[in-house]
């Protein structure tokens, strides 16, 4: 019964650190980031007058901090009933994480958005949401049934394949952070998603041709295909309307949803791909040849 | 969206509920002023005088209103009739508003006096006014918010020091300087993001900011050979080189279709 409501908890918890993604894409989309010049406090105050662009700088801390008090809580509960060593070791690496991600965020204002430290930022909220994921998938009731095995004798190796796209995803969402923070141009981030759109294809179409049988598989890569579409579609529409209103005075609300949307479902295109990872790791005998290489597994309880 | 967001904003209030403290928030670190005025730097009996205007040829653009409902007390000042962007101000005579002419090149090197009396930057009806100032190197920007509600001044130098510091409604007028010459330095406040100044900051007098009527006038120049430049934030810079005699009195006119983007 506990792990149901654990269960549950870690769903909350997924679903608010992905509204502060969103949240925190809309202060980089209205340019929002330095609205309030003071951190930890805001304006001097707990609660400042939340008027103009303050409303999404301040709301975004007000989500971060409801995110870190769910993350004590997730760390604090794993602690107390888990068995799993690792999975409580996964707590407290995403409460490390999250404090990480505040401070980087306080950064971020104080040393007006140095491109490295911003950067870092986005990369960092990625990976947490990941980790949300991931722990809310390892106490699931799913997860709870055990190994339904499979074998996958293809080449390259489905791990390898698995773990290659997920690498993928994420570096072009660090791309992508790179070219939203001007680091870079749009180019990189561009053939990035050719990349990343090619590996993902690669990953999913293997596993639904020899694995649409398995149920965990099959729904793992059919989401994580769906989302990568959706991902592309969004990304195109980030980018032309951002063309279409770069002589507005101010960031439009075409340009913001589009692009906040890409921001969000990037962060589900990421954990997506982990969670297929995962489930390959989980559920797909490795070839002998390759158990030899790698080094690791996930493991089952 | 913006009411999911609010309720979640609500929600999170919970957590961070109570009183405000009265903090004020940290001020950004002033730099060091531009070195002290030496001797009276202009010799008034030679002084040469350039004079022009800043002519706008092409089709005049049409400028975009500017949405301020994402704060009513901004909105509220501009009930009429919305505020447009002031990218491109074109006069009714047919010339440029708002473009930054300063003597580029040419000047003697030695310390010119700096002006003891500071250069204002109002923030009023959420526009900051003016749009385009010039100051000396050093000298004092008095800037002052009128409005009912909260800004902050963020320049975004690239040779001087950057800073953010917020100023609420009625508060104490802020004095900023800036120590190096920087032409131009993009002024922006993050909590309105339309709104934007640029300062023009030189070692020397010799600018001036085009107005209404699109004229500039340059006076107390030394007898000399110079690179007089002229710049708009849209349509870029445009250079000319000028000889100006001992107490003469000279016409240079700019084109917008002669600048060019950098």
């Not at chain 1, 490295?116 to 909220?125: D, E, K, Q, R, W």
């Not at chain 1, 722990?135 to 049934?145: D, H, K, P, V, Y």
């Not at chain 2, 202009?42 to 653009?61: H, M």
């Amino acid at each position: 019964m506990k792990n149901v409501w654990l269960h549950r908890y870690a769903v909350l918890w997924s679903f608010c650190t992905l509204f502060l993604v969103v949240a925190g894409g809309l202060v980089t989309s209205n340019d929002a980031g330095l609205s309030v010049p003071d951190w930890p406090l805001s304006y001097g105050k707990l609660m400042p007058p939340m008027e103009g662009n303050i409303f999404y700088e301040h709301g975004h801390r007000m989500v971060a901090t409801t995110v870190g008090l769910l993350t004590i809580g997730m760390a604090i509960w794993l602690m107390r009933t888990e068995r799993r060593r690792w999975l409580k070791n996964l707590g407290w690496i995403s409460l490390a994480a999250v404090i990480a991600q505040g401070v980087l965020g306080g950064m971020t204002v104080l040393f007006m958005l140095p491109k490295p430290v911003s950067i870092g930022h986005a990369c960092l909220a990625q990976l947490f949401f990941s980790t949300t994921v991931a722990i809310a998938l390892f106490i699931s009731e799913s997860w709870q049934r055990g190994r339904q095995i499979v074998d996958d004798q293809g080449a390259p190796p489905l791990h390898w394949l698995a773990l290659a796209a997920s690498a993928c995803v994420f570096l072009q969402l660090a791309l992508g952070a790179s070219a939203r923070h001007q680091a870079i141009g749009i180019l990189p981030h561009v053939l990035g998603a050719l990349l990343a759109t090619g590996m993902v294809l690669w990953v999913t179409v293997r596993v639904l041709m020899r694995h649409a049988g398995h149920d965990a598989l099959r729904g793992s890569a059919l989401a994580l295909l769906s989302i990568t579409f959706l991902q592309v579609f969004l990304g195109i529409a980030a980018y032309m309307s951002r063309l279409a209103t770069a002589d507005a005075p101010q960031p439009m609300p075409v340009m913001v949803g589009f692009t906040v949307a890409h921001v969000a479902v990037g962060a589900l295109t990421l954990a997506s791909s982990v969670v297929l990872a995962i489930q390959v790791f989980r559920h797909v005998r490795r070839p002998l040849a390759e158990v030899r290489y790698v080094g690791f597994t996930v493991p089952s309880r | 969206m913006k009411s999911i967001f609010v309720s979640v904003v609500a929600a999170s209030a919970l957590f961070v509920a109570g009183c405000g403290g009265s903090k004020a928030p940290e001020t950004a670190k002033e730099e060091s002023a531009a070195p002290a005025a030496a001797a009276p730097a202009i010799d008034e009996a030679n002084a040469a005088t350039v004079t022009g205007k800043v002519s706008f040829t092409g089709d005049k653009p049409t400028m975009r209103n500017i949405d301020m409902s994402a704060n009513p007390k901004c909105a509220l000042a501009h009930a009429g009739a919305a505020q447009k962007s002031e990218e491109v101000v074109v006069n009714g005579n047919g010339t440029l508003k708002n473009v930054f002419v300063w003597i580029k090149a040419g000047v003697p090197d030695r310390q010119w006096p700096v002006p003891g009396t500071p250069v204002e930057l109002a923030q009023k009806g959420c526009m900051y006014g003016p749009h385009v100032i010039g100051v000396q190197a050093g000298q004092d920007i008095k800037i002052v918010n009128d409005d009912p509600t909260n800004h902050n001044i963020h320049p975004l130098p690239k040779i001087n020091q950057e800073w953010n510091e917020s100023q609420p409604p009625n508060g104490d007028p802020k004095l900023k300087k800036f120590a190096r010459e920087e032409v131009m330095i993009a002024v922006k406040c993050n909590v309105h993001p339309w709104m934007r100044s640029y300062i023009g900051v030189v070692n020397h007098p010799f600018f001036a900011v085009t107005g209404d009527d699109g004229t500039f006038s340059i006076k107390g120049l030394p007898p000399g050979k110079y690179t007089i430049e002229a710049w708009h934030e849209k349509y870029g810079t445009q250079d000319v080189e000028i000889t100006v005699g001992a107490k003469e009195s000279k016409t240079q006119d700019f084109d917008s279709a002669q600048m060019k983007s950098s």
